[in-house]
């Protein structure tokens, strides 16, 4: 165990293949495996010290005391992994607003991982860390790498982690992220895709389509071809949303705002030519695939007709990483 504080730093990751229903609920083993791209705008740190004083872990986020029983108990299997019992004082800054559908879950376990396992005296590789973060926050495990990252189901805890596509990008592409509500989602992630397993008639579609456009989108980015990227990206966004209409009890994510902002994306690349293609998470922020350079173009025209909404432009960032707190 090391006594003094370890801070990570995590960067959050948005799917362009969509994980969306759990084959195993404890271990969170996916149905699918999925493809990220990390951004360099949203971002996690989180400092862990173990303090042989403590009679319960401590928790602050941004600052303030908090509540939330998922640390708790990932506090717990990094115990078991290290063979201890000492309690730790864990302090996060998210610097991604919070269970808005912007993955902060991602960031923040992420962060966790690493920060906490190097406390408590582990030594993880990349992989291992990816396997771990992943038992905190599916998308979790795919924010230990850079760039594209491609989260491998695998069929147990050995096998079901991260991989990176490409880490470093020579491609400019970029993000728009649109706030559109950044209060607590409707329904969490975890409710939202164990109900679609259950329940949802096009389950297995879904299954089939996504794993056919994770090998179209992964040649895409080999090819440097956006725009087959932005359409593969666009559609399983659209499927997995369509999961949640298809479910009982039947729920979604959008609000008006998001239904307008997707479809002026929509005629600002047919009617202006500007190629660029939506994507949302478990929230009604849209995140907004685009070339670095046509970003200042979108953001006028999306400024002009939705001036409450403020569009970010987050370019492809970096896996995870000890930092200085
Ligand atoms: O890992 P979770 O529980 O935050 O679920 C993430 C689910 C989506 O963001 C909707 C899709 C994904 O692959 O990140």
Redo the contacts with the bound molecule.
Sequence with gaps: MNNSPITARAHTNI?LI???GKKDVDLIIPQNS?L?LTLDHFYTDTTVKFDETLTQDIFTLNGEPAENPKVGHFMDLIRKLAGIQTFARIDSINHVPSAAGL?S??SAFAALAAAASKAAGLDLSRKDLSRLARRG????SRSVYGGFVEWRQGKDDQTSYAVPVEEHLDWPIGMLVGIVNSGQKKIS??AG?QTVVETSPYYQGWIQSTTADLESIKKAIQNRDFQKVGEITESNALK?HALNLSAHPHFNYFEPMSLAIMQEVERIREEEHIPCYYTL??GPNVKILCMQADAPAIQRILASKFDQVTFELAKPGEGVRFIEA
């Design positions: 799917a969509k994980y969306w999925s990220s993955a879950s991602a926050s599916g998308s979790a992630s975890r895709m997995m998470d478990a």
